[in-house]
């Protein structure tokens, strides 16, 4: 009897769907029920060219796929309900196009979702490096991405796996160590970001488990933090042994944990532009690698190709697009980009497989993060922006990655181990009582801000005495 019915339904659902699959207006795209491979396939055989290099723009306030650059916010203090409102108007604009293709929305959420206002900041990468704790940034980066998804947006371009060889770079507190096997170690924050990959999912291919996880970018590629002399976005002399063992490292265990998409460095490479690398994006990234999810320029990248900047945009767009480079940061000159990249296509400048590729990797993205099925972002996770259980984990993370120096051999009046008994300890200079100061850069605004009242915090007045306690030279 049990199996009648069964048999029944089974044929019942298979004559639906058939029905269904005979509809003048079915979209195979749009079946939940179809492989990835071919909803991506019907999807891209539908799409006009001007459609497809739309899809690899990912421009300030458009419609398409759109970004927050550090400080572009709603207004100033937004709540998450007005960042979820502003996120859902630009995807009504993209789901009111010919074939109702969903956005891709990204932010810089860091060190914590560090743009919005009362969310949880959690201590900058070189302190989370100096803890040692994986799992530590595991949960802080599943704590993260519930706090951008209470804001309607499903993609952070965290983390950077940054390897600092000279503390003379002003991105060092990016970086989570020196040591490329602790940087190796602290992409376990991807997993936290996107969720854990099915063991029989294959080697490459991008992976976000659900509304509760984001879309995550590992970057910048390759190198940017082996510049010469620390001088930001300068040139990285190194052979290629040396870049493989020392800066390559933590984008394989990123792309085997699944990441779904990696931005290019403005940093060169033996005096060649990343943005225009074609053997380490294309042949290495994409081939040896065997990245599947797509690759994203940084802010402009593609215009710092020339010096000076922008000095010649139509061979930019011809050197990123060729480098391998899927979508592109376009805050400014949108349209110039699309005229000359479809001339390009037109005169066979740059092969039509070239665009395929691009545009398949970016809709497998959007695939996989069920955007087709639920596009729009909900209410579900507001409560969970600065909530105190992250707060309590950002506390844990401060505790964990404190550092004591060592004095010198030769130090005159050493000071360390401090005193058990120590009344008092002074705590002095600018930063001593600045919050925005403490937070760092990344925060509110792209290089931080000064003051108190820009996100809401505490400053602890006094050193725990469990600090006091445990003091020791080592």
Known sequence: MTSVATLGFLLLCCMAFAIHASDPGYMKFRDPQQP????????????????KIGQMIMRDYSIGSLLSGGGSVPRLQATPQ????????FQKGSLSSRLG?????????????????????????????????????????????????????????APCIAVCRDPRWGRCFESYSEDPKIVKLMTEIIPGLQGDIPSDLPKGIPYVAGRDKVAACAKHYVGDGGTTRGINENNTVIDRHGLMSIHMPAYNDAIIKGVSTVMVSYSSWNGLKMHANRDLVT?????????????????QGIDRITTP????????VLAGVNAGIDMFMLPFNHTDFIDILTDFVERKIVPMSRIDDAVRRILRVKFTMGLFEKPMADQT??????????????????????VLLKNGENADGAALPLPKNAARILVAGTHANNLGYQCGGWTIAWQGLSGNNNTVGKIEKRINHYLIRNCRSF
């Open 36 to 51: 990835l491979s071919k909803r991506t396939r019907d999807l891209m055989n539908r799409m006009t060219l001007e459609e």
């Open 82 to 89: 007005e960042w979820i409102d502003m996120v859902n108007d």
């Open 101 to 157: 293709i969903p956005m891709i929305y990204g932010i810089d959420a860091v060190h914590g979702h560090n743009n919005v206002y009362k969310a949880t900041i959690f201590p900058h990468n070189v302190g989370l490096g100096a803890t040692r704790d994986p799992d530590l940034v595991r949960r802080i980066g599943a704590a993260t991405a519930l706090e951008v998804r209470a804001t309607g947006i499903n993609y952070a371009f």
């Open 283 to 299: 042949n290495f990234l994409k081939g040896t690698l065997k990245f599947r999810g797509f690759v994203i320029s940084d802010w």
């Open 309 to 316: 900047e922008h000095a010649n945009y139509s061979y930019s």
């Open 381 to 402: 996770f507001i409560d969970q922006l600065g909530s105190q259980a992250h707060r309590d984990l950002a506390r844990e993370a401060v505790r964990k990655s404190l």
